[in-house]
């Protein structure tokens, strides 16, 4: 799919402020800090669409962005952030939680897990609750650029593993890098074909 626009539509502190559910919507979750806003800023070919940040804990409310003015691209706050209080952890997993059960428009969530790392109970907990919840999702592993082709195989395997304990079958999963851009043009083709039977 060829991006011939993207921007800023709002930003809500709860699922009831965001905009019409007249289209197509995709949002992206994970961990603070495991790239999400840079992946948005990849797969719409700018750097400053979604702010990002060294610092975890940048994104703080559902940001909405219009794609080509067909569908939302949405960049969630990260969960699991152990430097704000466990009130404000509390309140932005429920912001996060009712967004996901309710939004009626929205037809697969990615989940983002820094490819680097172990699996981590946090994330295999998430999934297991959008599971639970029949929320869809899809799996993208970040920061690939980090990692030699061997240790790239190496934690895939070991993160399949970890899935096949709890699931029969596994979900799309992507392999991506805001550095390389690898994985961008997968992930926008699968947008592509779900906005098609969305039409
Ligand atoms: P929060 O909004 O705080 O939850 O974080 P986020 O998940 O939106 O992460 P963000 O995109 O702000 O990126 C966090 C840090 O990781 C930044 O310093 C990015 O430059 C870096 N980063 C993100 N993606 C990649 C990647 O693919 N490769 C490398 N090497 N660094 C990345
Ligand atoms: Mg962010």
Not at 22 to 48: C, M, Q
Request: glycine content about 6%; charged content about 25%.
């Amino acid at each position: 799919m060829k991006i011939t626009s993207a921007t800023f539509a709002k930003s809500s502190s709860d699922y009831k402020q965001c905009p019409p559910p007249d289209r197509p919507e995709y949002a992206f979750i994970g961990r603070s800090n495991v790239g999400k806003s840079s992946l948005i800023n990849t797969l719409v070919g700018r750097n400053d669409l979604a702010k990002t940040s060294s610092q975890p804990g940048k994104t703080q409310l559902i940001n909405h962005f219009l794609v080509n003015n067909t569908w939302f691209l949405v960049d969630l706050p990260g969960y699991g952030y152990a430097k704000v209080s466990k009130g404000e952890r509390q309140k932005w997993s429920d912001m996060i939680d009712n967004y996901l059960l309710n939004r009626e428009n929205l037809v697969c969530t990615f989940v983002l897990v820094d490819s680097r790392i172990e699996p981590q109970k946090i994330d295999l907990a998430f999934m297991e609750k959008l599971g639970t919840q029949g929320v869809p999702f899809c799996i993208v592993f970040t920061k690939t650029d980090k990692l030699t082709a061997e240790k790239w195989k190496a934690s895939f395997e070991r993160y399949e593993q970890a899935l096949l304990q709890t699931w029969n079958a596994l979900p799309p999963i992507f392999k991506t890098s805001s550095i390389s851009k690898v994985g961008a043009r997968e992930i926008l083709s699968q947008i592509e074909d779900w906005n098609k039977l969305n039409e």
